[in-house]
């Protein structure tokens, strides 16, 4: 069985935390889309050019999520995601992902968009930029990374109007997707409506 959700949105929306819980729920995979690119764009802070850095990466580059998580590789992605070269090398192995038998579960940005456009299930997952640099400042806070509000809201917003401006794949959601605004949501509310919406499409 072949089945892709796609969950898109702006930064710390809780689209990772939704796509994992929905991709446990069903049995599915859950691929987190963003560390492509923070994998690209840790190289790229390390000396290394985008575009080779994203033609030769590979799992082991993915190894150590917890060290791709921080607020300087989270920059470094959005800046090598308007490198089209770099969006082109990582479709493949989205493609290749979103079509294994078992169902996927894929976030990111351009999902519903340009990766699966396909998808039976598409999510776009938002919230206020307010209350998404809380839940990151808490989440960066939780792993000992030193974080304060108004950083946070300020690369929450800078990155999110890079994502929404770029030419190439912006982030923007799919005519058919499902907006999910999760702002007065508590993430098991949250989670609710995806299933729900999984198995609204499923059943018919
Ligand atoms: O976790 P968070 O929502 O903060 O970000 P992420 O999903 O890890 O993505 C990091 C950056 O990668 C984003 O700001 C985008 O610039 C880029 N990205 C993208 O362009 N396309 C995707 N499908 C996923 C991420």
């Keep these: 069985m072949r089945f892709t959700v796609a969950i898109d949105g702006p930064a710390a929306a809780?689209?990772?935390?939704?796509?994992?819980?929905?991709?446990g729920h069903f049995g599915f995979g859950h691929l987190d889309?963003?560390?492509?690119?923070?994998?690209?764009?840790?190289?790229?802070?390390?000396?290394?050019?985008?575009?080779?850095a994203a033609r030769d990466l590979t799992p082991e580059?993915?190894?150590?999520?917890?060290?791709?998580?921080?607020?300087?590789v989270a920059q470094a992605a959005s800046r090598v995601a308007v490198i089209p070269e770099v969006r082109a090398y990582l479709l493949d192995f989205q493609r290749a992902f979103a079509?294994?038998?078992?169902?996927?579960?894929?976030?990111?940005?351009?999902?519903?968009?340009?990766?699966?456009?396909?998808?039976?299930?598409k999510l776009f997952v938002t919230a206020s930029a307010e209350v998404r640099a809380k839940r990151r400042m808490?989440?960066?806070?939780?792993?000992?990374?030193?974080?304060d509000f108004d950083t946070v809201l300020a690369d929450v917003k800078a990155r999110d109007a890079r994502d929404a401006e770029r030419a190439t794949a912006p982030m923007v959601a799919a005519e058919d997707a499902l907006v999910l605004?999760?702002?007065?949501?508590?993430?098991?509310e949250a989670v609710a409506a995806a299933i729900a919406a999984v198995e609204a499409r499923r059943a018919g």
């Design 99 to 121: 079509h294994r038998v078992g169902g996927a579960v894929l976030d990111g940005r351009d999902i519903g968009t340009v990766i699966c456009p396909r998808a039976e299930v």
């Design 181 to 188: 605004d999760t702002s007065d949501l508590s993430i098991e």
């Design 14 to 23: 809780g689209k990772g935390t939704i796509g994992r819980a929905v991709a």
């Design 33 to 52: 889309t963003g560390l492509l690119y923070r994998a690209v764009g840790a190289r790229m802070l390390a000396g290394e050019k985008a575009e080779d």
């Design 61 to 72: 580059h993915l190894a150590n999520p917890d060290e791709l998580r921080t607020a300087e």
């Design 138 to 147: 808490d989440e960066l806070q939780g792993r000992g990374q030193a974080a």
